[in-house]
């Protein structure tokens, strides 16, 4: 079974510091694709950033990035800068290469002024 | 980029009234469209998920009588509350998705109904 595990449940950090939210998640397979989503008050969801597994690059957006860690099922965002806009619930989703999707169960982060 | 509109955004309606929300991708074809609802900080729950031209696929707990979906095509799909209660009062939200493998979900901006 396919899994996902966020294991903060809240996070702060100072704006303008550097965050790291943490993503682990269980497949056997071995191509897959992993996303990051961010839902801000508004209950938008909105995708962040985005890596297949194919790919030993990490996947880069402005200010966020990913550390993605094939061997150890780990699939870290990394958010530098934080603004206050960027406070929101954030989900880390897993897909393989049918139509499922996973989420884990979200880290509420808060930006400190 | 991709575009999905879900209408309406916020409903209130009397116990016993039915409900339909619609999902619809403006600028691609959905494949698949999945329904979630959501609690108040909580994570997404999946209900069910719906491919163009056939039946949804409902997750297990979810009533396939009490929230009827439909598929009908590749840039629509609905949901229907049925009869509903104050228990069904929740956010809900669709997301759709085309057909190539790494493409992400791309979510509508949710629905919150209130059942009095």
């Known amino acids: 079974a396919q899994t996902v595990t966020q294991s903060q449940p809240e996070m702060s950090v100072q704006e303008a510091e550097t965050v790291t939210l943490s993503c682990t998640y269980d497949t056997s397979e071995s191509n897959y694709y992993l996303f990051w989503y961010k839902q801000p008050p508004s209950r938008q969801m909105i995708l962040v950033i985005r890596q297949e597994a194919y790919k030993q690059q990490n996947a880069t957006e402005n200010r966020f990035s990913v550390n993605f860690q094939k061997a150890a099922k780990s699939f870290s965002l990394k958010i530098s800068d934080s603004q206050l806009g960027d406070t929101a619930m954030y989900f880390c989703?897993?897909?393989?290469?049918?139509?499922?999707?996973?989420f884990g169960t979200g880290t509420s982060l808060t930006v400190i002024p | 980029g991709a575009v999905v509109s879900q209408h309406p955004s916020w409903v209130i309606c009397k116990s016993g009234t039915s409900v339909k929300i619609e999902c619809r991708s403006l600028?691609?074809?959905?494949?698949?469209m999945f329904w979630y609802r959501q609690f108040p900080k909580q994570s997404l729950m999946l209900m069910a998920t719906?491919?163009?031209?056939?039946?949804?696929?409902?997750e297990q707990g979810v009533e396939k009588d009490k929230f009827l979906i439909n598929h009908a095509s590749l840039t629509l799909s609905t949901l229907t509350v049925t009869s509903a209660h104050p228990e069904d009062s929740s956010f809900y939200i669709c997301?759709?998705?085309?057909?190539?493998?790494?493409?992400?979900?791309?979510f509508g901006d949710g629905t919150r109904l209130s059942i009095l």
């Open positions: 997301s759709a998705w085309g057909q190539a493998s790494n493409q992400p979900q791309h």
């Open positions: 719906s491919n163009e031209g056939s039946k949804a696929t409902y």
């Open positions: 989703a897993f897909k393989l290469t049918g139509n499922q999707f996973y």
């Open positions: 600028d691609f074809q959905a494949t698949t």
